[in-house]
């Protein structure tokens, strides 16, 4: 058997693979830019629907909102840049999960009803989320063995929902973000999302080199151009925000522990485990290196470490953003110091909210027009590992065609789940965990169980399922 030996260099040195890659400062900036502008939407909506849950002024709404961009530029450098054992070192963006809104709120109208005042909601939310990102952060090392259970085609599965699940985010963008604001779902919305998705593909196929990776930043600021005239843009954000705020630790009082809230939050940090373990394994394969059980862990162990010290500078729990997969594939930008290029940003967008209010100045329908790109990049990708998995197998069939049904549920018919137990509601309400669930599940049934089971012995963790028959299935 022939010996595999590392490549090398014409002087003898090990190449510097893509990811561990440091590119000049000015493409630093830019393509790091293009990672904020991709998740930034994603995480000030959040705070955003959880202060107004909860009755905050604008004053205080603004500090929830650059609180959530400081911690999660905090949790981006931890995950990129890596202290220990602790970080994926991947172009792993992370920021706020917006798997626990829901719970947050419900948690916010239980506190509110049982102490009566706002003010004692937010506090009963972060004792919660603080002990949710300690069980994270020891649990990692045990949940990161689960990876036996992802072999290629439930990864396939897992990455095709992440962007068929987020394609609905960008066309709701596209119509002009909430049912409620001016102009939804009108033809110049609608137009102006078009127009931007034209400006991306356009760049894609015209540029080359470095503006061709640039082309999604080129497309939202020709988009955010267009709205200008259109009526769609709207500067008032930029002159009433402050222009440095430094964090004040328990802004909004100490943190207090109710057991009802840990365990809803608790549940919630679950989920939200198992997709960033999807994620990153995604992201492994998107950048050709492998995320392993070490990686997972140290992965995790990020999320859970930034969870449980975002509510310290009022933030909320910290998970992956997998639209930025999308842009890593996208891009074919591989650089870990890239997306921590975009964590530093992130850090100054906080601690100066008038720079984060010039960010937000690209307007729903334009997000919506890059999004349909990123998002239906993460898709295709899935697709391309189901082809490099094989189909030929029954079993292979029936596990992603069950599991993309289970997934597409909540995303079809999002109340789908609403009678059910709470429980069951925040695990299953995500099409991501739901089809996550039942492709694992169905992997264990058809290639651990049993005689399938023992037919895996000697075989490496990752690649847990047998390979796909030659012939017939």
């Given at each position: 058997?022939?010996?595999?030996?590392?490549?090398?260099?014409?002087?003898?040195?090990t190449?510097?693979?893509?990811?561990?890659?440091?590119?000049?400062?000015?493409?630093?900036?830019?393509?790091?830019?293009?990672?904020?502008?991709?998740?930034?939407?994603?995480?000030?909506?959040?705070?955003?629907?959880?202060?107004?849950?909860?009755?905050?002024?604008?004053?205080?709404?603004?500090?929830?909102?650059?609180?959530?961009?400081f911690?999660?530029?905090?949790?981006?450098?931890?995950?990129?840049?890596?202290v220990?054992?602790?970080?994926?070192?991947?172009?792993?963006?992370?920021?706020?999960?917006?798997?626990?809104v829901?719970?947050?709120?419900?948690?916010?109208?239980?506190?509110?009803?049982?102490?009566?005042?706002?003010?004692?909601?937010?506090?009963?939310?972060?004792?919660a989320?603080?002990?949710?990102?300690?069980?994270?952060?020891?649990?990692?090392?045990?949940?990161?063995?689960?990876?036996?259970?992802?072999?290629?085609?439930?990864?396939?599965?897992?990455?095709?929902?992440?962007?068929?699940?987020?394609?609905?985010?960008?066309?709701?963008?596209?119509?002009?973000?909430?049912?409620?604001?001016?102009?939804?779902?009108?033809?110049?919305?609608?137009?102006?999302?078009?127009?931007?998705?034209?400006?991306?593909?356009?760049?894609?196929?015209?540029?080359?080199?470095?503006?061709?990776?640039?082309?999604?930043?080129?497309?939202?600021?020709?988009?955010?151009?267009?709205?200008?005239?259109?009526?769609?843009?709207?500067?008032?954000?930029?002159?009433?925000?402050?222009?440095?705020?430094?964090?004040?630790?328990?802004?909004?009082?100490?943190?207090?522990?109710?057991?009802?809230?840990?365990?809803?939050?608790?549940?919630?940090?679950?989920?939200?485990?198992?997709?960033?373990?999807?994620?990153?394994?995604?992201?492994?394969?998107?950048?050709?290196?492998?995320?392993d059980e070490?990686?997972?862990?140290?992965?995790?162990?990020?999320?859970?470490?930034?969870?449980?010290?975002?509510?310290?500078?009022?933030?909320?729990a910290?998970?992956?953003?997998?639209?930025?997969?999308?842009?890593?594939?996208?891009?074919?930008?591989?650089?870990?110091?890239?997306?921590?290029?975009?964590?530093?940003?992130?850090?100054?967008?906080?601690?100066?909210?008038?720079?984060?209010?010039?960010?937000?100045?690209?307007?729903?329908?334009?997000?919506?027009?890059?999004?349909?790109?990123?998002?239906?990049?993460?898709?295709?990708?899935?697709?391309?590992?189901?082809?490099?998995?094989?189909?030929?197998?029954?079993?292979?069939?029936?596990?992603?065609?069950?599991?993309?049904?289970?997934?597409?549920?909540?995303?079809?018919?999002?109340?789908?789940?609403?009678?059910?137990?709470?429980?069951?509601?925040?695990?299953?309400?995500?099409?991501?965990?739901?089809?996550?669930?039942a492709?694992?599940?169905?992997?264990?049934?058809?290639?651990?169980?049993?005689?399938?089971?023992?037919?895996?012995?000697?075989?490496?963790?990752?690649?847990?399922?047998?390979?796909?028959?030659?012939?017939?299935?």
């Amino acid at each position: 058997m022939a010996l595999r030996t590392t490549p090398r260099t014409d002087d003898g040195s090990t190449p510097t693979h893509p990811v561990d890659e440091v590119l000049s400062p000015p493409k630093l900036f830019g393509t790091g830019l293009q990672h904020v502008a991709a998740m930034y939407a994603g995480v000030v909506a959040p705070p955003l629907i959880v202060g107004a849950g909860v009755g905050l002024t604008p004053g205080e709404l603004a500090l929830l909102i650059s609180a959530s961009l400081f911690t999660a530029g905090l949790a981006t450098l931890l995950q990129t840049l890596g202290v220990w054992r602790i970080g994926a070192r991947l172009p792993f963006v992370n920021g706020v999960s917006f798997a626990g809104v829901a719970p947050m709120l419900a948690i916010a109208k239980g506190s509110i009803e049982s102490k009566g005042g706002p003010k004692d909601a937010l506090p009963v939310i972060f004792g919660a989320v603080i002990v949710a990102g300690v069980l994270c952060f020891l649990a990692a090392p045990y949940f990161c063995r689960l990876v036996r259970f992802f072999p290629p085609v439930v990864q396939g599965t897992v990455i095709t929902l992440i962007g068929v699940s987020l394609l609905p985010v960008a066309v709701n963008w596209a119509r002009g973000g909430s049912p409620g604001a001016p102009g939804y779902g009108s033809a110049k919305a609608v137009g102006l999302a078009a127009f931007t998705l034209g400006a991306v593909v356009l760049g894609n196929r015209l540029l080359r080199g470095f503006w061709q990776q640039m082309s999604l930043l080129i497309g939202l600021a020709v988009g955010t151009a267009a709205a200008f005239p259109l009526g769609l843009a709207d500067f008032s954000a930029v002159g009433d925000a402050q222009v440095f705020a430094l964090p004040s630790p328990f802004h909004f009082g100490g943190p207090q522990f109710d057991a009802a809230a840990i365990v809803s939050m608790c549940i919630v940090m679950v989920v939200s485990m198992t997709e960033s373990t999807a994620d990153m394994l995604a992201l492994g394969r998107i950048v050709d290196r492998e995320a392993d059980e070490p990686t997972l862990a140290a992965g995790l162990r990020a999320d859970g470490l930034a969870t449980a010290v975002s509510p310290v500078f009022n933030g909320f729990a910290c998970s992956a953003f997998a639209q930025n997969i999308g842009l890593v594939a996208l891009t074919r930008v591989r650089s870990r110091f890239v997306v921590a290029a975009g964590g530093g940003i992130l850090v100054l967008l906080g601690l100066f909210p008038v720079l984060g209010s010039l960010v937000s100045l690209v307007p729903q329908p334009v997000l919506g027009g890059a999004g349909i790109v990123l998002f239906g990049t993460v898709a295709a990708s899935g697709i391309r590992t189901l082809a490099e998995a094989g189909m030929e197998s029954t079993s292979h069939t029936i596990l992603v065609s069950v599991s993309l049904g289970v997934g597409i549920i909540p995303i079809a018919v999002p109340t789908f789940y609403d009678g059910f137990p709470e429980a069951v509601r925040t695990l299953m309400h995500s099409g991501i965990s739901a089809g996550c669930l039942a492709a694992v599940l169905l992997n264990l049934l058809f290639h651990h169980v049993g005689s399938a089971g023992r037919s895996l012995q000697g075989v490496p963790p990752w690649q847990s399922s047998p390979p796909p028959p030659t012939g017939g299935s």
